[in-house]
């Protein structure tokens, strides 16, 4: 099985920082690999695809980049909204898989 | 507009059944380029995927629970069902019911709102 792991798992910012959470695969998964935002209380909400796609209606201040076992989620200009946790999640083989989270906070 | 809406008890006991219902509307479950799935979070833990049907009858599911898990779908209801056998405290958690449309490719971008399930006698 893919194992994902994403770093750091607490991340301290400030309104207006740019942030980069890393997320690492096991092994080789092109770019078949998804982020999601997750509020506390709330079903998670897709915001890249594709690693590199924006889905449609997210802040184009949310970017992703990276092939093959690494990846980054970028928020450029952290807004007050923005404070939750990220998950990375890969979609490569039969087996899908998420990362552990990385909770964004103040 | 698409919606998913997870429905089933709220408490069931160790080494029983679990099972979970989504209920889709503003599309259809035959729809074979849509993967529907089962996502779950345990209290204060991050998600994992349980896993998904496509083409109606395909399944692929999480290795670590492959041999307790089912996931079906009712055409007639426009439904896909989550079942899970010999539940154990460990499998206490929010299940969300999710699908992933065609050009996302795996990536969930319509989720139920979720359903606490706790295991217990």
């Known amino acids: 099985d893919i194992q994902m792991t994403q770093s750091p798992s607490t991340l301290s910012a400030s309104v207006g920082d740019r942030v980069t959470i890393t997320c690492r695969a096991s092994?080789?998964?092109?770019?078949?690999l998804a982020w999601y935002q997750q509020k506390p209380g709330k079903a998670p909400k897709l915001l890249i695809y594709?690693?590199?796609s924006l889905q449609s209606g997210v802040p184009s201040r949310f970017s992703g980049s990276g092939s093959g076992t690494d990846f980054t989620l970028t928020i450029s200009g952290l807004q007050p909204d923005d404070f939750a946790t990220y998950y990375c999640?890969?979609?490569?083989?039969?087996?899908?898989?998420f990362g552990q989270g990385t909770k964004v906070e103040i | 507009q698409v919606q998913l809406q997870e429905s089933g008890p709220g408490l069931v006991k160790p080494l029983e059944t679990l099972s979970l219902t989504c209920t889709v509307s503003?599309?259809?479950?035959?729809?074979?380029?849509?993967?529907w799935s089962w996502v779950r979070q345990s209290p204060g833990k991050g998600l994992e995927w349980i896993g998904y049907?496509?083409?109606?009858?395909?399944?692929n599911y999480n290795p670590s629970l492959e041999s307790r898990v089912t996931i079906s779908v009712d055409t007639s209801k426009n439904q896909f069902s989550l079942r899970l056998d010999s539940v154990t405290a460990a499998d206490t958690a929010v299940y969300y019911c999710?699908?992933?449309?065609?050009?996302?490719?795996?990536?969930?971008?319509?989720w139920g709102q979720g359903t606490l399930v706790t295991v217990s006698s």
């Open positions: 049907i496509y083409y109606i009858r395909s399944t």
């Open positions: 092994q080789s998964i092109g770019t078949w």
């Open positions: 999640q890969q979609y490569n083989t039969y087996s899908w898989a």
């Open positions: 594709q690693a590199s």
């Open positions: 999710a699908t992933s449309h065609p050009g996302t490719g795996g990536g969930f971008d319509l």
């Open positions: 503003g599309d259809s479950v035959s729809s074979g380029s849509c993967y």
